[in-house]
T-cell receptor, first 116, second 114 residues
Framework: DGGITQSPKYLFRKEGQNVTLSCEQNLNHDAMYWYRQDPGQGLRLIYYSQIVNDFQKGDIAEGYSVSREKKESFPLTVTSAQKNPTAFYLC???????????????FGSGTQLSVL | SQKIEQNSEALNIQEGKTATLTCNYTNYSPAYLQWYRQDPGRGPVFLLLIRENEKEKRKERLKVTFDTTLKQSLFHITASQPADSATYLCALQAGYSSASKIIFGSGTRLSIRP
């Protein structure tokens, strides 16, 4: 079954703690993305990566970090510097076409992060 | 500043009617625009993509238009059904390079009453 898998489904963070959200895809997509969604809001881009070992900041990167060591994996770390981490986190992937545009995004089922 | 806005936070219509959702953007020149459906607690699901050189795209009961002069896309659901109730998001690639980020509007919550 091809798809994009996020884990865990629910995550709790203590104050001062770093937590890492997992995102794995077996779609052979080059591009991967992390979005944050607050209740009743749209998606805001945290980080994105077009290729292994390279990534760019999105609109709200402060307090987050990522790595892209493998094509299939794009983990997101929510650091203690992120003072308001409670949100629904969505990972996505897409193909990059020969014309250098990104096609449709495939999303994971999300991780709900809450602060204890 | 660059913005992508979906004009209605919520839309409530009668079953069988056509739902029309609006997406406006400023200070972007997108190569294409996409529409997604999101159910509560789930990730968005892709519905349609329309390119800058296309005026209209259809898929079953769905229709999308794209007016680059007005910087607007309209999303229509004809013969709406209660099962169409969800939040609908528009998204665009902010530029022509694959390194351009993909950004989303805030979404419109659509409710179809029987």
């Amino acid at each position: 079954d091809g798809g994009i898998t996020q884990s865990p489904k629910y995550l709790f963070r203590k104050e001062g703690q770093n937590v890492t959200l997992s995102c794995e895809q077996n779609l052979n997509h080059d591009a991967m993305y992390w979005y944050r969604q607050d209740p009743g809001q749209g998606l805001r881009l945290i980080y994105y990566s077009q290729i292994v070992n390279d990534f760019q900041k999105g609109d709200i990167a402060e307090g987050y970090s990522v790595s892209r060591e493998k094509k299939e994996s794009f983990p997101l770390t929510v650091t203690s510097a992120q003072k308001n981490p409670t949100a629904f986190y969505l990972c996505a992937s897409s193909m990059v076409t020969p014309t250098a545009t990104n096609e449709k995004l495939f999303f994971g089922s999300g991780t709900q992060l809450s602060v204890l | 500043s660059q913005k992508i806005e979906q004009n209605s936070e919520a839309l409530n219509i009668q079953e069988g009617k056509t739902a029309t959702l609006t997406c406006n953007y400023t200070n972007y020149s997108p190569a294409y625009l996409q529409w997604y459906r999101q159910d509560p607690g789930r990730g968005p699901v892709f519905l349609l993509l329309i390119r800058e050189n296309e005026k209209e795209k259809r898929k079953e009961r769905l229709k999308v238009t794209f007016d680059t002069t007005l910087k607007q896309s309209l999303f229509h659901i004809t013969a709406s059904q209660p099962a169409d109730s969800a939040t609908y998001l528009c998204a665009l690639q902010a530029g022509y390079s694959s390194a351009s980020k993909i950004i989303f509007g805030s979404g419109t919550r659509l409710s179809i009453r029987p």
